[in-house]
């Protein structure tokens, strides 16, 4: 269950080429949009309107776009199952897709929260790529908030399990990008989801083989970081304390790769993945 943003397309790709893929759900991001302003809640439409030009105007969309091309996949071609696509992610054909499928696991990234009836309707645990640092920052715009709070120590995504809370269920595993003093929220978030789409895909292989997932109970601590909580003044003022010198991302190296098939994130372009 998925967005259809480019980095949501390449943990689909990774998927199906590592594992059997029985089955596809698709939320657009206009799906999602929309849903916000029929629910009234302006403050959140404006934000989501301001945060879709601000990525269009400044070059974030193209970004992605090169950065998960699939040209750089190396990954063999594989038949997957033609997405399901609703307009929201607790259509009742979600559930009903899923058992039909008869999949055992179901992972999901950048669609809108489930619900509690949703989750009892999948029926089989359900595993999330969250972009932050769990406990630290829930929401969105987490690398942002945490290179603008200078907490350096958070800058990744988190594996975790999903329960009926936003980012609140038992973690799995944490990545960590290299971090380098010319990157920007964009390029760390890229960077941290492209591994932590092969560090899931690493412990369902091993899930595969017998081994348990590894699952921590998270401390209640950190913050929740919503779409309204960065708007137009808040990138100037980021932007501005860049250029002062006030704000100063640091050169970190990266942890070593714990699967051997993981990219080496100190390698630039985008490494393929054999």
Same mark, same amino acid.
């Given at each position: ?23 596809? #759900? ?135 399990? #999903? ?47 017998? #081994? ?63």
């Amino acid at each position: 269950m998925r967005g259809d943003d480019f980095h949501n397309l390449y943990l689909e790709r990774l998927l199906a080429s590592e594992l059997q893929l029985v089955c596809t #759900v698709e939320e657009p991001g206009s799906a999602q949009r929309h849903a916000i302003w029929r629910r009234r809640r302006w403050v959140d439409a404006a934000a989501a309107e301001y945060h879709r030009i601000r990525r269009g105007v400044f070059g974030k969309n193209r970004y992605r776009r090169r950065y998960f091309d699939p040209r750089h996949d190396g990954f063999p071609t594989v038949q997957r199952p033609a997405p399901l696509v609703v307009g929201d992610i607790n259509d009742q054909r979600v559930g009903a897709a899923v058992e039909a499928s008869g999949a055992d696991l179901c992972v999901i990234t950048c669609t809108t929260r489930l619900s509690s009836e949703t989750i009892r309707a999948i029926g089989v645990p359900i595993v999330n790529i969250h972009g932050g640092h769990l406990p630290d920052y829930r929401g969105c715009h987490c690398f942002f908030t945490a290179i603008g709070d200078q907490r350096f120590d958070a800058v990744g995504s988190t594996i975790h399990f #999903v329960d009926v809370g936003l980012d609140t269920g038992d973690v799995i595993d944490a990545v960590r990008p290299v971090i380098r003093h010319t990157d920007d929220p964009e390029r760390l978030y890229s960077r941290a989801e492209r591994l932590a789409a092969q560090r899931l895909v690493g412990h369902l292989l091993a899930l595969e083989s017998g #081994v348990e997932l590894p699952r921590s109970p998270q401390e209640f601590r950190g913050r929740l970081v919503l779409r309204r909580h960065r708007g137009p003044i808040d990138d100037v003022r980021f932007w501005l304390r860049r250029k002062t010198g006030s704000l100063v991302i640091p050169d970190i190296p990266g942890p070593a790769p714990q699967h051997p098939w993981e990219s080496d994130e100190s390698s630039s372009p985008p490494p393929r993945i054999a």
